[in-house]
């Protein structure tokens, strides 16, 4: 179990108790007895009050919490959840993730997880902790900036890649981006260890996003859900290790990838066609379409999946052909 320091909403006991042997010549185990590790993995278990809490037992939980490999911020659970007053609320957010990342004593932040509703007095902030993030040896990045209400919204954060040097990009593993805007810069030569990319709400064009992924050579989880290309999902390259991929609401007019071990593909959103020309044994494909007479999604699904072999298909309404003995 990783130690990870979670600021969020959940609940906890507010205290811990050993329970004490009553065996002859055995003394009381009390916490600070514990292992460091076990007393860090302790402390990733509690929301922000309990974790300034323990802070205070003695000099030994001074500074636990500051060693944390992963950081989770959340806004509910960072600021007590008083939305009465959201500038308040934003500002007491802001200056908790500051106030943690400066005292921050760890060798490297294996993960950094930020999830509060985008605000334009936000950016400057968000800038900062992805600077620490690459400074900091990250591997997993997680920034869900997505509003509550998001719809007519087009402001989004634009994702600052140009921080990312070489080293820096080569460390990611995972990242996942909600409520941000992508531009590829000129030097970006893609992500050559990432494992895991999950795209929410996303703002990019369809050539960046292409060529994003087709420098991506060791993906094998991708999830792209409401990212409104109104063009081609395509890539090219070969993405030989991809095994998962789900593309959810989104507008695109094709879905077309070079994938010979996908096993696993998920689609819902409006009939369009789907091509995997190289895949060589697609197990399980989930299917739902908005809109598609069953004959014809079926049809174009197996010939142009030709490998699959579970196959689940919804259509909503339901359109079926049906021909009269006269046209026959």
Known sequence: MGDFLIMSKETTSNSYYVKASNEKGRRNVKLEDLPEDVLRTILSKLPVKEVLKTSA????????????PKLSFNSVGVCGGDRRDEKRSEQNFVDNVNLVLQKYRGKEVEKLEVRFAFDSMLVDHLTYWISYAVSSRTKNIAFDLAPIRWGGRDDRYIFPLELFDSESISRLQCIQLS??????PTHFRGFQNLRKLDLNLLHVTRKDLENMLSNCDRLEWLSIVRCHLNDELRVESPLS?????????????KVQFHATRLSTFEYKGRF?????????????????????????????????????????????????????????
Request: hydrophobic share 50%; net charge positive; proline share 5%.
């Open 241 to 253: 290790h991809l095994m998962y991929l789900r593309v959810v609401n989104c507008i695109v007019t």
């Open 57 to 68: 037992l003695s000099s030994q939980w001074r500074y636990m919490w500051t060693v944390c």
């Open 272 to 328: 369009v066609p789907i091509i995997f020309p190289h895949c060589l044994k697609m197990e399980t494909a989930n299917i739902f379409f908005f809109k598609a007479v069953f004959q014809h999604a079926l049809g174009a699904l197996l010939n142009d999946i030709p490998s699959i072999q579970n196959l689940t298909l919804q259509i909503l309404p339901l359109q079926i052909e049906v021909f009269s003995s006269n046209t026959i």
């Open 179 to 184: 409520f941000v805007s992508l531009k590829l």
